[in-house]
């Protein structure tokens, strides 16, 4: 079975600070997508980055870089220089190639920056 | 470029009511993915349609289902709703359907059951 694993239901940063959030996840599949999305409180989901299981290098898209694991079996977002719009629930989600039609998501993180 | 557009915003409905949910993709994309969220179940596969043909369908009865038009535009409707129905519901784009390709997803529909 699939699963995506994250285990910070809530984070406080200070704000210009780097955070991290985990994630981890379980699939039998060799080839698979992770995907970080960012849930504002007005509900829009917002994808951020995007990591391929063979790719070589970590994703990077400007602020946000995927530190990727895979013996770990880890996909953690890295946000460096924490911004107060960066407030928000934050998910990890992957689609393996075996179940191309579905994205399975993790509970989230909430991230909330302090001033 | 516009983005995923989700209509109605807010729907307030009561048990045993049906309701239909719209979504236009981002131009060009041709896949659509349906997904309910809960507080309490989170973010829940509903179903995936790629060139007017269901791909793939997740853990929910039959009063959940939904199409798409030649147009890549597609609808969900749930009948005979329940007060657990009440939840946001998204939908998502996508240019093909696969393991590389990211989701982009709309406002999303919030559902009020009464």
């Known amino acids: 079975a699939q699963k995506i694993t994250q285990t910070q239901p809530g984070m406080f940063v200070q704000e210009k600070e780097a955070v991290t959030l985990d994630c981890t996840y379980d699939?039998?599949?060799?080839?698979?997508?992770l995907f970080w999305y960012k849930q504002p409180s007005s509900g829009e989901m917002i994808f951020l980055i995007y990591?391929?299981?063979?790719?070589?290098q970590n994703a990077t898209e400007g602020r946000y870089s995927l530190n990727f694991q895979k013996a770990r079996k880890s996909a953690n977002l890295v946000i460096s220089a924490s911004q107060l719009g960066d407030s928000a629930m934050y998910f990890c989600?992957?689609?393996?190639?075996?179940?191309?039609?579905?994205?399975?998501f993790g509970s989230g993180t909430r991230l909330s920056i302090r001033p | 470029k516009a983005g995923v557009t989700q209509t109605p915003r807010y729907l307030i409905k009561t048990r045993g009511q049906q309701v239909t949910l719209s979504c236009s993709p981002i131009s060009g994309h041709r896949s659509v993915s349906w997904y309910q969220q809960t507080p309490g179940q989170g973010l829940q596969f509903l179903f995936e349609?790629?060139?007017?043909?269901?791909?793939n369908k997740g853990n929910f009865p039959g009063r959940f289902s939904g199409r798409q038009f030649s147009n890549s535009r597609s609808e969900m409707n749930v009948s005979t709703l329940e007060l657990g129905d009440s939840a946001l519901y998204l939908c998502?784009?996508?240019?093909?359907?696969?393991?590389?390709?990211?989701?982009?997803f709309g406002d999303g529909t919030r559902l009020s059951i009464l």
């Open positions: 998502a784009s996508s240019f093909m359907t696969g393991s590389n390709q990211p989701q982009h």
């Open positions: 699939t039998s599949d060799p080839s698979y997508g």
């Open positions: 989600a992957m689609r393996a190639y075996s179940s191309a039609s579905k994205i399975i």
């Open positions: 349609y790629f060139s007017e043909t269901q791909r």
């Open positions: 990591q391929g299981s063979y790719d070589q």
